[in-house]
C-alpha cells in the first residue's frame, strides 16, 4: 500500500508540475505585403534623353529611344541580299546594373541567316556600342537587372 500511495504522490507532482509551469505558446504573424512580379520592373533603364521627361513618361521615350537608335544604327550598314522577303525576329537585350547593355539572344530565322549571315555580329556590336544609360530598371526602387524582348522586322524590297 505504501508502494502504491509513493507511486501516486510522485504521479501528482509531475502532472502539478506540468501544470505549473506551462510554457507560453508564442505566434508568429506573417503578413505578405504583394506578391512580387519579377517578370515585370516597375520603372525602365533611363538614357540620357529621358531624364527631363516626368516619371509617367519615361518608360515610353526609353522604348522610343531604344527602337529609333537601333534602328538608326543597323539602317548605316548595306547588306547584300538577294531574294525580296519579310521576316521579323526577336532579339533579347540585357540592361545590367552597371549601365551597360548587351545582346542576351537573338533568334534569327534560316531565311535571315542565310540572306544575311553577318546580321548577328553586326547587331551585337552595334548593342555594345550604345552608349550607357543613366539609371538601371527599378523595382521597388531596388536597381535591378533587366531584359527586354524587341521585335525586329526586316522588309527587303529591290
Known sequence: MFK???FGLVLLTLL???MISNPQKTTQQITLDTILDLSTVDVYPL???????DSSTQN???EQTLKEELEERI???VFEVYTEF????YARIGF???GKMYVKDLQLSELVKKEIPDFDTIFRDEVEKFPTFLQSSTKRGIPVHSVFTLPIIIKVKS
Open 86 to 89: 519579310n521576316d521579323t525576329i
Open 47 to 53: 538614357f540620357e534623353t529621358c531624364q527631363n521627361f
Open 96 to 98: 545590367e546594373n552597371t
Open 4 to 6: 502504491w500511495g509513493f
Open 75 to 77: 539602317n548605316e550598314h
Open 16 to 18: 502539478s508540475c506540468e
Open 60 to 62: 515610353y521615350c526609353f
